[in-house]
Structure formats: C-alpha cells, structure tokens
C-alpha cells in the first residue's frame, strides 16, 4: 500500500524567505506526482504535475523535483509571500489500483509572515 | 473551461435523511472521482468513475452510492448517514493526467 509523507508538517516563515516543501513515498512505481495547495476550507488548486519520466517542472516562483528512485519530491518556493500561506499536499497516482488510485501526502500547513 | 462544480457549497442533514452531492464538469474528462476529506487529513479516495463506469471503490460504506449519469456529471447519494460522516467531500476529474478539483460541499451529519 502506498504511503505519503510530507515534512515538516507545518511551516513558519518571515516573508520573502526561499522555502522548501518534502514528500517521500513508498512505492516508486507511479505514473506522476502532483502538487496542489488548499486553502482552508477550500477545494484543492493544482500547482504542479511531475511525469515519472521527468525530473522538475516549474511555475513562476514554484519549482518540483522527482527521484522517483529513492522515493522523494520537494516542492521550492522562492521568495515567499504572506499569500503563499496555505497547506500544501504532493499526491502520487500508481500502485496496484493503477494510475486512478491517488494516494495523498500528510500535507504542509504553511504560514508565511509579513 | 477548466472547473468542476460542486452543488451544494453547504449541506446539514439530519441521520434519516436521504440527500444528493452533485458535482458537473465539461472537459469530456475521462474519469472522475469523490473523495472525503476530515478536518487537518488529506484527502481519502472513495470512488473513481471511468467512462461512466465504477472502476475504484474503496470499500466506501453503502450509505454512500455513486452514480455517473453521462461524462459531464458525477452524484453522491446519500442516506442514513452518521455523524462521523460530516466531513468536505471533494470532487475531481482527470484525462487521465492532472487531477483539477471542484470547491468541495461540506457536509454536516446531525
């Protein structure tokens, strides 16, 4: 069974701080990996997706890494932003339920201070 | 158009009831999907629909029961449900690909 871990669990940072976000998983075998944030109370928004094949995707000041061989991806915001402040979830399709069956990270509530 | 519906945004229900999520999207996305999300848990699979056909139930109570009516549209009925089912029940579609969500209706079980 697929487990997702994201660290730290939550976050504080003065604004304008670069910042790194973890998520480690189980089993290596997924199609992709993707990054959303949610606001509270709020649906999911779609901030990155990863390829297996692929090592990093970037937008604006987000950038995401994959090793999909040790299990890791990070999530790097630059230049933080009091509006970045909002959990922050990685979660990987694959496994034996196939590319539909989503496994979600622990999350990272970040909060960034202005 | 890249959203997905969700109606209702709110819904209070007592445990006899018998309601219905709905949840609409017209990207001709192929498989949609609800998840329920506690307060501070990521989100939990519950059902996956592809090509209008149940493809992933993960072992989801029959108090819960999907139904795909066409591509567009994804419903959640539900009946005699707990109080330990109040909870944000997300709905999503994919190509497959990345998933994009709806806002979510959140559900409170008296």
């Known amino acids: 069974k697929q487990e997702v871990t994201q660290i730290p669990a939550a976050l504080s940072v003065p604004e304008g701080e670069n910042l790194v976000l973890n998520c480690s998983f189980t089993?290596?075998?997924?199609?992709?990996l993707q990054w959303f944030r949610q606001d509270p109370g709020k649906g999911l928004t779609s901030l990155l997706l990863?390829?297996?094949?692929?090592r990093e995707q970037t937008s604006g000041r987000l950038n995401a890494s994959l090793d999909k061989s040790s299990g890791r991806s990070t999530l790097y915001i630059a230049a933080s932003q009091p509006g970045d402040s909002a959990t922050y979830l990685c979660?990987?399709?694959?496994?034996?339920?196939?590319?539909?069956?989503?496994?979600f990270g622990t999350g990272t509530k970040l909060q960034v201070i202005p | 158009d890249t959203e997905v519906t969700q109606t209702p945004k709110h819904l209070v229900m007592g445990m006899t009831n018998k309601k219905s999520l709905k949840c609409e999207q017209h990207?001709?996305?192929?498989?949609m999907y609800w998840y329920k999300q506690k307060a501070k848990k990521p989100p939990e699979l519950m059902f996956v629909?592809?090509?209008?056909?149940?493809?992933i139930n993960e072992s989801v109570p029959s108090r819960f029961s999907p139904e795909c009516p066409n591509s567009s549209l994804l419903n959640l009925h539900l009946h005699a449900l707990q109080p330990e089912d109040s909870a944000l029940y997300l709905c999503?579609?994919?190509?497959?690909?990345?998933?994009?969500f709806g806002p979510g209706t959140r559900l409170t079980v008296l």
């Open positions: 979660a990987v399709p694959g496994g034996s339920g196939g590319y539909q069956k989503v496994t």
């Open positions: 089993d290596s075998a997924i199609y992709n």
């Open positions: 990863i390829q297996s094949s692929q």
């Open positions: 990207m001709g996305h192929r498989a």
């Open positions: 629909y592809s090509y209008e056909k149940l493809s």
């Open positions: 999503a579609r994919s190509q497959p690909g990345p998933q994009f």
